[in-house]
């Protein structure tokens, strides 16, 4: 039962990765492709966390925990960069 579920979080974190980086791409404004990038660091840190509850494995969360600092660190300062005049 929980490798079905797995499949399915894992489906459904991949459409959302697919959505986030189609916002970054295609993002009509910059606070929009930086809430995408934001989203598209999320679903890889929730990607990596099912895939060591699909595992057992707990050797990436480490990696997960420095990769959800590093997304939210970048954000703040996409935001700072946006609030001082960004690219206008």
Not at 21 to 42: C, E, H, I, K, N
Not at 44 to 61: H, K, M, N, P
Request: aromatic residues 10%.
């Amino acid at each position: 039962m929980l490798d079905i579920v797995c499949a399915i979080v894992m489906l459904t974190l991949v459409a959302a990765f697919g959505a986030s980086l189609y916002r970054v791409v295609v993002g009509p404004s910059l606070p929009d492709r930086v809430v995408a990038l934001d989203m598209a660091g999320t679903v890889v840190v929730a990607f990596i966390l099912t895939r060591c509850i699909q595992t057992g494995e707990s050797y990436y969360i480490s990696a997960a925990i420095c990769m959800a600092l590093l997304s939210f660190v970048g954000t703040v300062a996409f935001a700072l960069y946006i609030r001082r005049g960004g690219p206008s």
